[in-house]
């Protein structure tokens, strides 16, 4: 008998806080390998997109003789955001426990540590900031195409992004944490993480989002998804700045400055990188002289100029 697939997708533990992401699916995902042409990625894009969930589920997470039982949402999704201040966790194994009819599992999962007080971080999208995508294209026509048709091994990076992010990172003394922040959907997960690790980014956290109706609806920028977790992110990560970057595309400028003004001492630099939005990026080329604490690129070749 099968068992069920628990997926994790972000585990990390910082000084404060303990935070844990993931699934629970009855089948596991298929493994995209790099021979797979246009067809074959096609048929394992339609898979993703209609992965088997399983809804409020009671599951057991067990880190350093701590438990959390709780339960998976309407999608199958679950989560532990928790100030871990007044416990004593040392271990970075989670294990976890569900059981769904016949079915069961219990898997151990490494926790990524964070807890080393580090100055600078990294917070990114990943949709024309690092994977070259088309989302200004029209009705994003680009996005679907390239996400259908292709594996992420064919995939293009954004020029010399991978190279930027690690320079980024090497400035500082220890490992700053190298969030990926984007509004693809969590069925992506492995897609977005298997081009990461082939181009060669920085090993990081990936926190993507769900699908759904609620996605029509309009929203002020602070009640969006990627404001909402990088304000998480700026809490349990309480004594480290960041660079925060993205593109020119869509909203990502609309949010950082907001953010920025809401935060203004831990948010280092803004790096927005050209997406043909023409209009936009004429407007940033006024606004940049007067805060240069913003930077406009086309690629991120001249990051090593500075």
């Given at each position: 008998?099968?068992?069920?697939?628990?997926?994790?997708?972000?585990?990390?533990?910082?000084?404060?806080?303990?935070?844990?992401?993931?699934?629970?699916?009855?089948?596991?995902?298929?493994?995209?390998?790099?021979?797979?042409?246009?067809?074959?990625?096609?048929?394992?894009t339609?898979?993703?997109?209609?992965?088997r969930?399983?809804?409020?589920?009671?599951?057991?997470?067990?880190?350093?003789?701590?438990?959390?039982?709780?339960e998976?949402?309407?999608?199958?999704?679950?989560?532990?955001?928790?100030?871990?201040?007044?416990?004593?966790?040392?271990?970075?194994?989670?294990?976890?426990?569900a059981q769904?009819?016949?079915?069961?599992?219990?898997?151990?999962?490494?926790?990524?540590?964070?807890?080393?007080e580090?100055?600078?971080?990294?917070?990114?999208?990943?949709?024309?900031?690092?994977?070259?995508?088309?989302?200004?294209?029209?009705?994003?026509?680009?996005?679907?195409?390239?996400?259908?048709?292709?594996?992420?091994?064919?995939?293009?990076?954004?020029?010399?992004?991978?190279?930027?992010?690690?320079?980024?990172?090497?400035?500082?003394?220890g490992?700053?944490p190298?969030i990926?922040?984007?509004?693809?959907?969590?069925?992506?997960?492995?897609?977005?993480?298997?081009?990461?690790?082939f181009?060669?980014?920085?090993?990081?956290?990936?926190?993507?989002?769900d699908?759904?109706?609620?996605?029509?609806?309009?929203?002020?920028?602070?009640?969006?998804?990627?404001?909402?977790?990088?304000?998480?992110?700026?809490?349990?990560?309480?004594?480290?700045?960041f660079?925060?970057?993205?593109?020119?595309?869509?909203?990502?400028?609309?949010?950082?400055?907001?953010?920025e003004?809401?935060?203004?001492?831990?948010?280092?630099?803004?790096?927005?990188?050209?997406?043909?939005?023409?209009?936009?990026?004429?407007?940033?080329?006024?606004?940049?002289?007067?805060?240069?604490?913003?930077?406009?690129?086309?690629?991120?070749?001249?990051?090593?100029?500075?």
């Open positions: 008998m099968k068992k069920l697939h628990i997926q994790v997708y972000t585990s990390f533990i910082t000084r404060t806080h303990l935070y844990v992401k993931g699934r629970i699916l009855k089948d596991s995902p298929l493994l995209i390998r790099p021979t797979h042409g246009i067809f074959s990625s096609l048929i394992y339609i898979i993703r997109a209609f992965s969930e399983i809804k409020y589920l009671p599951i057991r997470c067990v880190i350093s003789d701590v438990s959390y039982d709780i998976t949402d309407k999608e199958g999704y679950f989560e532990i955001f928790e100030n871990i201040e007044q416990k004593d966790i040392k271990g970075n194994v989670i294990e976890i426990s769904y009819k016949k079915r069961s599992n219990k898997i151990s999962s490494t926790i990524n540590d964070l807890t080393c580090v100055p600078v971080g990294i917070i990114s999208d990943i949709d024309d900031t690092v994977m070259v995508t088309g989302v200004k294209s029209f009705f994003k026509i680009k996005v679907v195409l390239n996400t259908l048709f292709l594996n992420p091994f064919r995939r293009k990076p954004i020029e010399a992004a991978a190279d930027a992010f690690h320079l980024i990172s090497n400035q500082v003394e490992i700053g190298v990926y922040l984007s509004n693809s959907p969590w069925n992506l997960f492995i897609y977005l993480k298997t081009f990461l690790e181009n060669g980014f920085p090993e990081g956290t990936i926190i993507l989002r699908m759904g109706w609620q996605l029509l609806k309009s929203k002020e920028i602070a009640q969006r998804n990627k404001f909402i977790e990088t304000e998480k992110i700026l809490k349990v990560f309480s004594d480290t700045n660079i925060l970057v993205g593109d020119t595309g869509e909203l990502d400028f609309d949010i950082y400055r907001q953010l003004e809401k935060y203004p001492e831990r948010i280092n630099q803004i790096i927005l990188n050209k997406a043909g939005n023409r209009k936009k990026e004429k407007m940033l080329e006024e606004f940049t002289k007067n805060n240069p604490k913003y930077k406009v690129l086309t690629g991120f070749s001249k990051v090593f100029d500075d």
